[in-house]
Structure formats: C-alpha cells, structure tokens
C-alpha cells in the first residue's frame, strides 16, 4: 500500500534539520559540557584535578543502594504512566465525544494542575491530604476508617501528586487522537452487529494507539524528571534518581558524583525511548486505517 | 482561512514578545550600579526598604536586587559562570562563603576594603576566612506548640520522647536544620564534627518518632499551624517572626546548648564595580542597618556597637555576652565532610524506615 | 453507546475531574482567608490580599515577562516541532530513530540538570544573561511535548485524503499546507497548550536562567516561598489561574478549539 510506504527522499533531513539543529547546539552540547565531568574527580572548595576517571560511575553502579534507586526510579515511572493513562482515557474519550456546550470549561479544567507552580499545589496536596485534613476528615465522618489514613510521606502520597500532574498530560496527549478516529469505520463495525464494547477494544482503541504511546513517553518522562513530588510528598523513604541528582548539584556540589547518575538516568530513559521508537514504527504498518 | 489567522497571531504574538524581551534589557546603567543576590519574601522586603533604598540615596548609585535562589543554589551558579560577570555582591550561609572562596570565586576582603569588618564581633571577622565578613547570624531553636507540649521543654531530648511519637519534624541533612541536628545528636551522644557515629546512631532512635519529614522552612507552617507537627528544630529569626503572627508556639535554646547559622555578603571575583560593592558590604554592616535587620526579622547582628530594647533580649541575640553563648561548627570540617554526610543519611534513614514498616 | 454506560463514564469522569481540581480549589480558597499565614478553611474572608497585590510590582512585572516568554516559546516550539514531527513519522533517514528519543530527553531530565549545563554553556561564550537565554531554554524543554503530541496525530492519519489531493494535482507544499496541517490540528492545538501551559509554569530551568531583571513569575513565586509562607502567594496564583485562564478562552475564541477535527463524519 503506498499509504504504508514511508518515503526514503531528500526531504526528511531537511524537515528535521531545524530541529535536530536546535537540539543538538542547545541541548547535547551543553548536556555533554555539563556530564563530562562526570570523568573528573571533582571536591569541593578545591580547583578539579586533571585527568579522566570511572571512579564516580563505580561509586553509583557498585552500590547495592544505589541501583535500588535506579530501580525505584524506573517502577514508579512505570506506575505513574499505567495509572495516568488509565485514568486520563475516560477523561479524554469524554471530551472528545462529548457534546460541546461543555467542553471548553471542562478542558479547561483538565489544565487545572498545570495552571499553579509545583510548590503551591503541594501545599494544597498538604491540606487535604494531611492526618487531619479535607480528605481524612471526611473519611471519619463517613465512618470508612477508624482513625486517619496515612497519605503524606508515603508512596500512596507521591502517586498521587505525581498523577495528579501527569493526568493533564495524558489527556491532551490523548483527546486529539480519539477525534480523529474515524467514525464511520466504528459505524461499519456496528453494521456488522458488534456491540459497544466490542467497537471499542477492536476498533476505537487500535486506533488510539499513538495517543497512548506519545503520553506514555511523556508521563514517564515527567515522572523520572519529578524531584519536587517525591521530596515534599515522599519524604526520605523514597529516594530517586533526581533526589540524588538534587542533592549533589545543588548541596554538596560533587558535580562529578552528580554528573555521572544524571547521565545514566539519560542513558536508560533514551535507550528505553529507542526501544519505544522502534516498537512504534512497527506496529505502525498496523495502525493505519487501511 | 483558519491558519493564515493563526499565523498572524503567531507572528504578532512573536514580535511583541520580542520587543518586550529587547526592551526590558536595555537601559544598563554602567556605572555608579551593583547587583545584589539575596533571598526573597521578609528577607527581601526588608532588604529593599531598610538597606538598599537608604544605600541608593546614600551613594547616588543603584542596587539590582536578584532574589533567586537559596545560598547552595547561588553558589552552584558561581560555579556555572566562573570568570563571567553574574553579580557584585551576593549572600552566602557560611560553608557556601568557603566553598566559593576556595574555588576562586570572590575576592579577598579584609578591614582594607571594608572598614566595618573591625567594628565586628571577633568570630564575624575571622569565620569567613577572609572571603567575607560574618554579617549575621542565627541560632537553631527548639520550636514548640505552647498549647500541646507541656511541660515547656528545656532540653534536645523531648524530641526523643516517645509521648510524642509522629509530632516531631526533622529537616534532610542537606538543608541546614538538618546538619546541625546531626551535629546536636553527635554532641549528645559524646562525639563531635569529627566523629560523627554517635550522631547517626541517635538519629536512627529519632526516626520513629518523626512525622514529617520538611525540608524547605516555609514548608513548617502549615504542619506547625495545623498542629501536625509540635516539635521541631527551627530557626530563630524565623520563629520569631511565626510568634508575632500569632501562631502558639515557643521558642528556646535548650540547656545542652546550640550551633547557629552564620549568613555572609561574598564580592564576586567577576563583579563589575567592586568599589561599589565593597561600599555596598560596609553600608550593611552599619548599626542602624544591623539594627533594622535585627528588629524586622531577628537576624542577630554581629556588629559589636548594636544594641537593642530590652523586649527583644531573648528573642535575639544581641551583644557580646549572647553571642558568646552561641557555638558555631567547625565550618571547614562540614565543607569537606557534608558530601559523605548526605550519602549517609540518605542510606540510614531509608533503612531505619523500612524496618519501621 | 448505551445509557447505562454514558452514566458510567459520567459518574467515572466525575470523579477524576474533582481529583484534579481539589489542590487548585484549596489554593483559590486560602487566598481569601484574613489571617496573616496560610490557614485552611480560612475563619474568616477578606480581599486584602488581593487588595495588597499593589505593594509587590515585581510579581506583576514578572507576569508580563512570563507571559510574553510563553507565547514565544509556543511560537518557536511550535515551528520546530511541527517540521520535527512530519519529518520523524513520514520520512525514512539515518538517525531518525535516535533523534525521536533524543528530543524527548529534555523532558526526562530534572529540570535542575538542564538549567545548569545552559548556564554554563552560555557562560563560556561570555554573554550577558538575557531573555535570549529564557527562551531557548524554554523551548528545549518543551520542544517534546510538541513533538510528540502532532507526532500521535500524525501517525494514525489516514493518508488518502493527501493522495486525493495530489492525484487532483497539487504540489507537496500545497499538500501540507491545505491538507495535512488542517488534519494535525488536534495534534498541533495540544502541542501548542502544553509548550504555552509548561512555559508560563516553568520554574528550575528558569531559576539558572534569569537575569536580576527578567524574572518570570514561577520563579518569582519560588523564591518568596523559600523565604516566608505568607497567603500572597496564593492570591498571585489564584490570580495567574485567571489569566491563564482568560488567555485560553480568548485563545479558543480565536481558533475554535471546540471544532478541533476539521473532517470526517460528525454526530
């Protein structure tokens, strides 16, 4: 099928030239300034010594602890992203099909966390959330639990703040594409005399697969990135990646130490990208409507 | 058609941020101007109104004020734009002030350049090693919910007391409570800044009756306010400032002794008009800008000539007999130490938590 | 689909809207509480922070500025990523493949990270901080919200419209333009909310960019609350809600958000 065939022309490095451009002298240059000195042995208070060493990925990738927060790193980013995808889905299948006399005040609301600074929302997390707040208290009066339910520096916390963010982006990554689903091909599924649910999960969804991919990227990424959520609402039971990065960039100023997790946090998160990518455009021969 | 308007208000959109972008940066006066780095909020407020506005007057000159950032977070931006003009002056908590110096990132000063630095008390003049005076400082307190903690408590260790197991909030040890908590436990427990052991040992027995777990000092008031929390280790300026809002809470140095946070002015090496900043230093370090400073938001002043109203004996300390009762840690030591310090913690406490659980 | 399940997805929505609006509500509501510290539920009402705005010009200037660094950032956010997507999903070239993981690692990157290898980068060149600085770190962070979010509309498009058209006689420009764009909008209109929305919120990257006077208003707002915790904050919030807000209105008024899918059979 032509459709199908991507074409191998002149065009494509021109089209990506802008962007690869951008990216590569604004991002990789000054990244890969930044994260060489992740070879260095760089102290505090002292000029940084000449000279290459591995002694900073050895201190990282030989610690038990460590790799336990890599790991932490990588499940909660696999968490928050299946938890906001699931919840974003009705969110934006709602939005998308719905009638429009609604629809701009409930977008609008679908931006609500984006629209005030991480440390605000938290605060107004700490409200509800807190032993005697909204959320307890209302749980006590309603008779659900004894006595109040632990929400804050715990990872039922740091799940819900962080999904608390990723939803909007989940769903706007989402609401175009369940639009431009073609309907009359759900129309021919029910002619043949399949039921809604059977529209959905054999047709609809399929079709709404690069929706689900782009906020998948786009959550995880968010999620690893997170340093703000998992401090204020986490507290030190959960230490990830950027709590370290965090911690030596800006407190004890081993740009070194700090240099070589911040690379391998970029080194698993493209790779996994890559992996994603390649997935991506194979089931894409799939996904197209014929 | 629906994209050409678009376009164009993409275009016009652009254009006027452009200009707004050009336009906010042009007007650079070169001379007779400095810019100061502090910290924002009360700081900031007071800072404008009672130093820089009088100290623009004063010179005929004009002060920047930048307010972004916390003390570790200026330093890291010293250290990204070494030999590149950010700031004139900036302010440094103690151990950022050597580790800057140390690097090569401000310029020497001594009574020379800054003649106030003679009217100091003797450990302002010699803390910052020579890269800056000591222009204030603040002591850790016990903070206390008046209503909830009774008796009033007079030593670290109601903080251990398992009546009030979840009421307690620590700071993580990258933040400043937290250090010298650590540095209190280790005293406590027969060690020092040099042996810090006993202290990770009694910060493991503190974990379960702990909280929350705060790390920002704004964070504090609505846990202090809501009564979640009822004891902490806080700073005295600004729980002072929390009292005068109306907050039931006590403040007092316990009997076991204290260690304050030292506050310094730091003259970039990379600064554009040094004669003004080291004016601009000296201006702070008068008494009547010690004093103002002590009143609004109860930074000791470390300017011997100060002297304050007997209500605020006790709130702040003033004068050489209330210094004298402060400690100040071994500041070099936790420079070089604070990095291993960290990692421990971080290793401890996760510990101590999961066998909690 | 059926009544009952129209309720179920109601009831479900329902929900997960009052999830995402509770913190924002907490923070509207504080806002216009009388005590001189954040306080929930406030005892008693007043408007004197907002009254009070007066005496903080800095966060209004720092409004403006956040506002026009937004806008710009969309504008080039959204050249770059929209070329940047058409090229990733439609064309085959070396390198493809790693170019659409490597812009999507600004987004997984702490914020601080960034923020710290632009500093020194520009450092090096010896220039001045400006507003240059801002918005191209502004961009960079939110070039892979742009890129992916025309990416996912792109990849499922349904190309025999674009072979109509060419089979009609039109040159691939005229293509793109009068009929691949249109069909992107939804894509693009995403795109453009996230670069606007994560550019006006941004606030690690932009604490290592600013100059003393370009402050954006995130920033702004950080370092009061590093400092005090008093309830201004939450009425300059409540108020960049409101703007923001406003902005997307008049924004929708303009574009027609709420007709996003330009063809196809409607209900």
Known sequence: ?290 | MREGRIGRWVAIVALASLGLGASTESGRAQTREIVFSGYGGDYGEVMKKLVIEPFEQKFNAKVVYDATGSSAQKLAKLRATKDTYTWDVTVLTGYDLLAAGREGLLEAVGPERIPNIAKLHEFAQKEGQGWGPITSVDPLILLYNRDRVKPAPDSWSVLWDPKYKGKVAISHVSEGKGLFLLLIAAYMGGGDEKRIDPGFGKLRELVPNVGAWLTLSPQYVPYLQREDVWLTPYWNGRAQLMIDQGLPLGAVIPKEGTLAITNSFGVSKSARNKALAYEFVNFYLDRAQQEAFARKIYYAPTNREVTLPPEYAGRVAVGAEAIGRLRFPDEDHLAKARGAWVERWNKDVYDALKYQK | MSRRGRLLLGAVNAAIYAFLLAPILVVVVVSFGDAAYLQFPPRRLSLRWYTDLGEYPDFVRSFWLSLGLAAATTAVSGVLGILGALALVRHRFPGRDLLGALVMAPAALPGLVTGIALLQFFSLFRTEPSFWRLLLGHVVVTLPYVVRSVAAVLAGLDRSLEEAARGLGAGPWAVTRLVTLPLIKPGVIAGALFAFILSFDNVVVSIFLTTPRLVPLPTQIYNYVESSARPIIASISTLQIAVIVAMLLLAERLIGFSRLYTGGTER
Request: aromatic share 10%.
């Open chain 1, 1 to 290: 099928m032509t459709s199908a065939r991507r074409r191998a022309g002149a065009a494509g490095p021109w089209l990506a030239a802008p962007l690869a451009l951008c990216l590569f002298v604004w991002f990789v240059l000054p990244l890969a300034l930044l994260l060489s000195e992740s070879l260095r042995d760089v102290v505090v208070g002292q000029p940084t010594p000449p000279g290459l060493t591995l002694a900073n990925y050895a201190r990282f990738l030989l610690d038990p602890f460590y790799l336990g927060t890599l790991r932490a790193t990588l499940v909660l980013g696999v968490v928050v992203t299946l938890l906001a995808l699931a919840l974003a889905y009705p969110v934006a299948y709602g939005l998308a099909r719905g009638r429009h006399r609604w629809k701009t005040f409930l977008r609008l609301c679908v931006v609500a966390p984006l629209l005030v600074s991480v440390v605000i929302r938290t605060y107004g997390w700490i409200v509800l959330l807190a032993n005697n707040g909204a959320v307890n208290q209302a749980l006590l009066v309603l008779g659900l639990v004894d006595e109040p339910v632990r929400f804050l520096f715990t990872y039922t916390g740091v799940l819900i703040g962080l999904v608390h963010f990723a939803l909007p982006v989940a769903v706007l990554s989402l609401v175009g594409v369940i639009e431009a689903v073609d309907q009359t091909l759900e129309d021919a599924a029910r002619g043949l005399g399949a039921g809604p649910w059977r529209t959905f999960w054999a047709v609809t969804f399929p079709l709404t697969l690069p929706g689900l991919a782009a906020g998948a990227m786009l959550v995880f990424s968010l999620t690893v990135a997170a340093f703000v959520t998992p401090a204020l609402m986490g507290g030190p039971s959960l230490v990830v990646l950027s709590t370290l990065i965090y911690q030596q960039m800006t407190v004890t100023l081993e740009w070194g130490f700090g240099a070589a997790v911040a690379t391998i946090l970029l080194v698993v998160a493209t790779g996994l990208f890559l992996g994603a990518q390649r997935l991506l455009g194979r089931a894409r021969g799939l996904g197209t409507a014929a």
